[in-house]
């Protein structure tokens, strides 16, 4: 394989205090309830990705448990509620009362509580400070206010701060989630439908490609313009750490043919460990794990499109 042709907010502290509001119509479930559904599969549901390297080296690792329970109860993602959780608290480390009197785990005004709080962990209390109880109670009071359908508006139900909810969501996105209306979720799904299409040295799509020009032309159906070769759209995008790693990234790898340019291939991270790319002559665009020993070997480093300059 080594033969390839080449081819070419920072929201700070953000406001968590109080604009959470009672009165949202909806029932709410018994978090005990939430939890043997879980457990039988007889529940909404939904597919539980893989935690991030972000999201298990801030997460307590029994928080995050119950967290995935409740995601695959309710449907609200487990990022979701894990983001919300360290903006509001840090995970149990400030639970107020703020300013405004909110309080606990995911700071629920009192009222909003005594609306939405459940026993979580069947002790006789609905404790907001306690997060089997709070987290059931979050994933109910988004569930009532259009998630996980409309997570952007639910969140700003949860607070009505615009930047709060993006701030939550770029946490969340940190843990692993992918927005499915995002450019990242969108370049994935993308690539995806060029699966099975020929490697052409040269081509850029969009019935034939090589691998700088499937990126290339992803993105461009995005509005996010790269440039033409994978050297060039190493230099153009901003540089991620492998443990900050998200799907739509882009991964770069070197030396995979002789070139005076030591960027000589690219893929699209697809998340989940595969990386989509196409990979050389008479063969086509393909999955290819991240720990393919021939790959792994030549991997340099990984970058993310940004619309702009990078800095």
């Known amino acids: 394989m080594n033969t390839n042709p080449p081819s070419g907010d920072i929201f700070g502290s953000v406001g968590s205090e109080g604009l959470k509001v009672a009165g949202i119509v909806g029932v709410v479930l018994l978090a005990p309830m939430l939890f043997v559904m879980a457990a039988l599969g007889d529940s909404p549901g939904i597919a539980q990705s893989p935690a991030s390297a972000a999201a298990l080296a801030e997460i307590p690792a029994e928080h995050l448990a119950v967290m995935q329970q409740v995601a695959a109860a309710t449907g609200v993602p487990w990022q979701v509620l894990a983001a919300i959780a360290k903006v509001e608290s840090g995970f149990g480390a400030n639970m107020g009362p703020s300013s405004a009197g909110a309080l606990g785990y995911c700071q629920f005004m009192p009222a909003t509580w005594a ?18 109880d709070c987290l059931p109670a979050a994933a109910q009071l988004l569930l009532g206010s259009g998630a996980p359908g409309d997570l952007r508006q639910a969140l700003y139900a949860y607070n009505h701060s615009w930047s709060y909810v993006d701030h939550v969501l770029s946490i969340a996105t940190s843990y692993g989630y992918l927005d499915p209306a ?130």
């Open 182 to 311: 995002g450019i990242p979720a969108q370049a994935v799904a993308l690539a995806r439908s060029r699966l099975g299409l020929p490697y052409v040295w040269g081509a850029a799509g969009p019935d034939s490609f090589d691998c700088s020009g499937l990126t290339q032309w992803v993105y461009a159906q995005l509005g996010v313009a790269l440039p033409r070769t994978s050297q060039a759209q190493f230099n153009a995008t901003m540089p991620v750490a492998l443990e900050f790693l998200q799907p739509g990234d882009l991964l770069f790898y070197e030396n995979t043919y002789p070139s005076h340019e030591r960027i000589t291939h690219v893929g699209i991270y697809a998340g989940n460990g595969v990386v989509i790319m196409a990979t050389q002559p008479g063969e086509f665009v393909k999955e290819v794990p991240l720990s393919d020993p021939y790959w792994a070997r030549h991997f340099a480093s990984a970058g993310r499109p940004v619309k702009g300059p990078v800095a």
């Open 115 to 132: 609306h939405y709080g459940v026993d979580g962990d069947g002790d006789g209390v609905a404790d907001p400070f306690n997060y089997h």
